[in-house]
T-cell receptor, first 113, second 109 residues
Framework: SQTIHQWPATLVQPVGSPLSLECTVE??????LYWYRQAAGRGLQLLFY??????ISSEVPQNLSASRPQDRQFILSSKKLLLSDSGFYLC????????????FGEGSRLTVL | GQQLNQSPQSMFIQEGEDVSMNCTSS?????WLWYKQDPGEGPVLLIA?????ELTSNGRLTAQFGITRKDSFLNISASIPSDVGIYFC?????????FGDGTTLTVKP
């Protein structure tokens, strides 16, 4: 069966520090991968998606970047965090073709102080 | 971009009551999905709808894909305490999923 894991689960970082959130998927090949951000009391905002190694599409201009160094690994990064980067970050995967279902990781809560 | 209006924003109900929530859009979607999110966790898929007019059940949950392809509803029958959480609709079109802002459900025993 397929599983998705992301870490760390919780992170408290000072303004201006770097960020790296990692996500890995197991039990499937060639998945589409996604990073979403969820602000408190709001829905999910798509930040990045990837259809393959090294292929990253950005949905909104921001202080963050994403990379996909391996087929089942997706990394969310920042060189210098802003207060507005605080939120709940969710990694998700879907099959490459046809189906619309997203399968989410456990989430990473980032607090920037 | 595409936007979804999900309502109600929150609901407070007694255990055993039925629940109904819906999403509407000005855009047409090819797929409607409903997710549930427990506190501090990622959303979990409840129901996926692929055809206009489709009515699908998953236990006590029933969802429908509107005929116009611009709306969907989710019903929960005979609510229980573990139904608490945030319910999200998502519409998929042009290869992208758009999420509603969620309906927060509280069930009082």
């Amino acid at each position: 069966s397929q599983t998705i894991h992301q870490w760390p689960a919780t992170l408290v970082q000072p303004v201006g520090s770097p960020l790296s959130l990692e996500c890995t998927v197991e039990g499937t090949s060639n998945p589409n991968l996604y990073w979403y951000r969820q602000a408190a009391g709001r829905g999910l905002q798509l930040l990045f998606y990837s259809v393959g190694i090294g292929q990253i599409s950005s949905e909104v201009p921001q202080n963050l970047s994403a990379s996909r160094p391996q087929d089942r690994q997706f990394i969310l990064s920042s060189k210098k965090l802003l207060l507005s980067d605080s939120g709940f970050y969710l990694c998700a995967w879907s099959v490459r073709e046809g189906r619309a279902e997203l399968f989410f990781g456990e989430g990473s809560r980032l607090t920037v102080l | 971009g595409q936007q979804l209006n999900q309502s109600p924003q929150s609901m407070f109900i007694q255990e055993g009551e039925d629940v109904s929530m819906n999403c509407t859009s000005s855009s047409i979607f090819n797929t409607w999905l409903w997710y549930k999110q427990d506190p501090g966790e990622g959303p979990v898929l409840l129901i996926a709808l692929y055809k206009a007019g489709e009515l699908t059940s998953n236990g006590r949950l029933t969802a429908q894909f509107g005929i116009t392809r611009k709306d969907s509803f989710l019903n929960i029958s005979a609510s229980i305490p573990s139904d608490v959480g945030i319910y999200f609709c998502a519409g998929r079109g042009a290869g992208k999923s758009t999420f509603g802002d969620g309906t927060t459900l509280t069930v009082k025993p």
